[in-house]
């Protein structure tokens, strides 16, 4: 089956899609990424990803894609110029009512592909409301899962390469080499955070921070050994990850089969 765009269809081709129809909906942001990556960056990342695991599921699950969610939540960078935010209850007000939409329309599945680690935690609230109120099956993936909330950062980076560090910096080398400047990329890793042993990124206890609590430049990690072939490997893994993890949504029940 090919992918299907949800934007590319008449209205009688939605209501025809199959029942069990998956709608991948991309969510980046538009913020600051230090001073050598576009604001664009996680929406950029969350598009391919959610495109290209979409088109690889779509061989054998209905799948269609949803235009991307750029204008997020992301004020722990609005101190920047270019951070362009939604607050919590603005967000969380569209995704309900993109929500109820697909459910009007007769779509019953709905993932949301995360690109910006700020949305986790209100994406997490939205995939239950979104289930309560209209009875959607709905989850939540990550192009890749931020290390402040679980998720793996290069040794150098101390376990604190959250932000326009090593990793997203080789994504957008692979994606978008022309938006990347390299001459601008620095090392700002918060290294005293590590001498705390319950408090921090990926520990026990999670504290409240804003980008410019860590970092001078925005930065919030070691761009400096970005290369394009290590964004190739994470982008290709994060998409076949995204696919394998899309199959399983599209057949998805939480209730024992009778």
């Not at 979409?54 to 949803?66: G, K």
């Not at 101190?79 to 969380?92: K, R, V």
């Amino acid at each position: 089956m090919p992918l299907t765009r949800f934007a590319d269809l008449s209205a009688p081709a939605v209501a025809a899609l199959p029942a069990d129809t998956l709608a991948v909906l991309p969510v980046g942001s538009l913020e600051q990424h230090g001073p050598h990556l576009p604001v664009a960056t996680d929406y950029l990342i969350a598009n391919a990803v959610a495109e290209g695991g979409a088109r690889l599921a779509a061989d054998s699950c209905p799948v269609t894609l949803l235009p991307p969610l750029a204008y997020t939540k992301s004020n722990e960078h609005a101190w920047s110029p270019g951070t362009l935010w939604l607050s919590a209850t603005t967000l969380l007000a569209v995704l309900d009512d993109i929500g109820r939409s697909l459910a009007t329309s007769g779509v019953r599945r709905l993932a949301f592909l995360n690109g910006h680690g700020g949305n986790s935690a209100l994406l997490g609230v939205a995939i239950r409301e979104l289930r309560v109120n209209y009875g959607l099956f709905t989850f939540l993936l990550h192009a890749s899962l931020p290390a402040d909330q679980g998720g793996a950062s290069p040794p150098a980076e101390l376990g604190m390469g959250i932000h326009a560090g090593l990793n997203e910096t080789s994504a957008m080398l692979h994606l978008h080499p022309e938006l990347v400047d390299m001459s601008q990329a620095r090392r700002s890793v918060p290294e005293h955070l590590a001498s705390y042993d319950h408090v921090g990124f990926g520990k026990p206890v999670p504290f409240g921070w804003t980008s410019d609590d860590l970092s001078g430049n925005g930065v919030i990690g070691d761009p400096t050994g970005a290369t394009p072939e290590l964004g190739a490997q994470l982008i290709d893994a994060a998409i076949t990850r995204t696919a394998a993890a899309l199959r399983e949504c599209a057949r998805f029940d939480p209730k024992e089969p009778r």
